[in-house]
């Protein structure tokens, strides 16, 4: 029979597991204790961040609060872009030339020193006139008087309103052009490298009006 040898056997596998298992046991029980561990860790370094904030700042110091998605720390909204808007007394109307127009002009965010410059501009070519008024601040009003057409007796390039190309003829549309502009004394009609010229910042232009021979 090999009873006496399958019990050797046995008793050896056993001897041989033994150490295992108890290796298998002590993993356990570090396994079980590492949060204990880890918990007395955070601690203790919690504790050593507020002794080290205390003694940056002071004991007596209150501590700042940790805000998420608190808006009201948000910055603030860009500032809006500079721009201009204005009105005349005759827009969809009719004017006279040699009768006065009121013009109106609002800007917003107007950079510092800038300044306002209107102009006529005959809508069906699009050709904008040498400025009626420079230097305006940059809101108010100006009241302007339309200068009498005087056709002179020489030849002259006709544009498609049958006036002279750069005349303000009458008997077609026009409207008034503001533009927002920089530094305040540039020079609009004088050119060269000595002259100072406008930096234009924001327009806008009037509603439509029909410029009639004066009375």
């Not at 601690?43 to 940056?56: A, D, M, T």
């Not at 005759?90 to 009768?99: L, M, N």
């Not at 020489?154 to 498609?160: M, R, S, V």
């Not at 006036?163 to 008997?171: D, E, I």
Request: net charge negative; proline share 9%.
């Amino acid at each position: 029979m090999h009873t006496p040898r399958l019990i050797v056997a046995a008793l050896g596998a056993l001897a041989w597991l033994a150490p295992v298992t108890d290796a298998a046991d002590d993993l356990q029980a570090q396994v079980e204790q590492l949060p204990q561990k880890l918990n007395l860790l955070i601690g203790k370094s919690h504790s050593k961040l507020l002794i080290l904030q205390q003694e940056r700042v002071g004991p007596n110091a209150q501590m700042p609060l940790n805000r998420t998605n608190d808006m009201s720390a948000s910055s603030s909204p860009a500032q809006a872009l500079p721009s201009i808007s204005l009105t005349t007394s005759v827009d969809g109307k009719s004017v006279h030339q040699g009768d006065t127009i009121t013009i109106t002009w609002q800007s917003i965010n107007p950079p510092s020193g800038a300044a306002v410059a209107l102009f006529s501009q005959k809508a069906v070519t699009g050709r904008v006139f040498d400025p009626m008024t420079t230097a305006q601040p940059a809101s108010g009003s100006y009241t302007w008087q339309v200068p009498i057409y005087v056709s002179l007796p020489i030849p002259c390039a006709p544009d498609i309103t049958g006036g002279c190309v750069g005349s303000m003829n009458p008997g077609t549309i026009y409207k008034i052009v503001a533009r927002l502009y920089t530094p305040s004394d540039a020079d609009f009609l004088e050119y060269g490298p000595s002259k100072t010229h406008p930096t234009y910042i924001a327009a806008a232009e009037s509603d439509e009006f029909a410029m009639l021979s004066a009375r």
